[in-house]
């Protein structure tokens, strides 16, 4: 198991439609924590999907959607206790997506089992 709060993931999409930010094929995830950056002088939209047996990103998976992160700012999604967090089993996924592109740094942390 990794030590709690390893980063499991973290990308900046170059474009405007959903991509997978995390997938594991094999073990059961727990993702404890989100950090959505925007590194850019505007507010830019974002979404964050969990497909908990593929990678459909849609309002059907959506965990947040529309949200805004302002300029240069950062949205930290922690959760704290144990097993609170996002479970990811065996073949799921962790989409993200924003409206801006290459506005948006998405890091993920947690555990693996």
Do not use: W
């Amino acid at each position: 198991m990794n030590a709690p709060g390893s980063q499991l993931a973290q990308s900046r999409p170059s474009g405007t439609t959903a991509v997978t930010a995390y997938t594991n094929a094999n073990v059961r995830t727990e993702v404890s924590r989100v950090y959505v950056a925007n590194t850019t002088a505007s507010d830019a939209t974002f979404a964050i999907y969990h497909d908990d047996d593929g990678t459909t990103y849609s309002e059907a998976t959506a965990i947040v959607f529309g949200a805004t992160c302002p300029a240069n700012g950062v949205i930290d999604f922690g959760f704290e206790a144990a097993g609170g967090g996002i479970t990811i089993a065996p073949g799921g996924s962790l989409g993200v997506k924003t409206g801006t592109a290459n506005a948006i740094t998405f890091s993920v942390y947690g555990v693996t089992q």
